[in-house]
């Protein structure tokens, strides 16, 4: 078991950067995949970004690649999400989730229902 909290959300204005953090605690952090995901009003979750076991190895969404970047701290169990040049496009809850399955190598999958523990959200809203 994991538990996972995400901070760190709020309202921006457009072209603003803004960092989130997932704070993990239970199981050996390091043996987790993690992703976030992001779900907007009316549509469907949606994948932003996820880090292989010791940040070796990153993969992004179309729609956040050069302008997110993700890292994590296996020391503090804490994997981050640097948002910048943020757009409107960009509002919904964030969510921070760890995946336990066993990967040779890379970063993990795209799909949600490959991650096993999930945080309860942070609200990103971005203003134009």
């Known amino acids: 078991q994991v538990q996972l909290v995400e901070s760190g959300g709020g309202l921006v204005q457009a072209g603003d950067s803004l960092r989130l953090s997932c704070a993990a605690s239970g199981r050996t952090f390091s043996t987790f995949i993690m992703g976030w995901f992001r779900q907007a009003p009316g549509k469907e979750r949606e994948f932003v970004t996820s880090?292989?076991?010791?940040?070796?190895?990153?993969r992004y969404g179309d729609s956040v690649k050069g302008r997110f970047t993700i890292s994590r701290d296996n020391a503090k169990n804490t994997v981050y999400l640097q948002m910048n040049s943020l757009k409107p496009e960009d509002t919904a809850v964030y969510y921070c989730?760890?995946?336990?399955?066993?990967?040779?190598?890379?970063?993990?999958?795209?799909?949600?229902?490959?991650?096993?523990?999930w945080g309860q959200g942070t609200q990103v809203t971005v203003s134009s």
């Open positions: 880090i292989s076991y010791r940040g070796s190895f990153t």
């Open positions: 989730a760890a995946d336990s399955a066993i990967y040779s190598s890379g970063a993990g999958s795209r799909d949600a229902s490959a991650y096993d523990y």
